[in-house]
């Protein structure tokens, strides 16, 4: 019967509380300022700082911009109007191991491969300006995976050319960006 007594008294303290909380009466913010006859101080006469004498140039642009845009696209020129899709499809795995610097190690080896190989002998699927180099972390392992491969006919040209500097890379399945 207590307990019944308490649970109904309960919500009425709760109401007279906020309703003793949210009065209308007035707030005093602190004294007022009395002394409003001051009169306004004009400080035109003693300022000193002329900005004619500060001329704005346009800051000069001067280095490179680097960006990740295809060249082909850069210039303009989409090809035969071909569209990028995400697929299922092959990449080259060139690397695994549980250690993360590893992995990044060895995908700097693989754009430095690309870098001092001549522009005639790569190959579409890997990348034609820069190397479609993939670090991958499913746990535990870091996988470094290279190119973008529709077909896996395709992917074993290319795996051809990458062994050579990668004796135990192999072909794996994965989702793929391909242009169409």
Not at 44 to 60: L, M
Not at 69 to 93: H, K, W
Not at 127 to 145: E, K, M, T
Request: with cysteine; charged share 25%.
């Amino acid at each position: 019967m207590k307990q019944h007594f308490l649970t109904a008294l309960m919500p009425i303290a709760c109401l007279v509380l906020l309703s003793a909380c949210s009065g209308s009466g007035n707030t005093v913010q602190g004294p007022a300022d009395d002394n409003t006859d001051q009169a306004a101080v004009d400080l035109r006469g003693t300022e000193t700082f002329d900005s004619r004498v500060y001329e704005i140039e346009p800051p000069s642009l001067s280095g490179e911009i680097v960006h990740d845009v295809p060249d082909e696209l850069m210039a303009g020129d989409e090809g035969d109007n071909r569209s990028m899709r995400i697929e299922s499809g092959f990449r080259i795995q060139i690397h695994s191991t549980l250690v993360k610097d590893e992995a990044v190690e060895k995908e700097t080896q693989a754009n430095l491969w690309w870098d001092t190989l001549p522009p005639e002998e790569r190959l579409e699927g890997l990348g034609l300006a820069d190397l479609a180099i993939y670090l991958h972390f499913q746990s535990p392992y870091y996988r470094v995976r290279v190119g973008n491969f529709s077909r896996r006919s395709e992917a074993e040209t290319a795996l051809a050319l990458v062994q050579e500097v990668f004796p135990s890379a192999f072909i794996a399945v994965d989702t793929v960006r391909v242009f169409r």
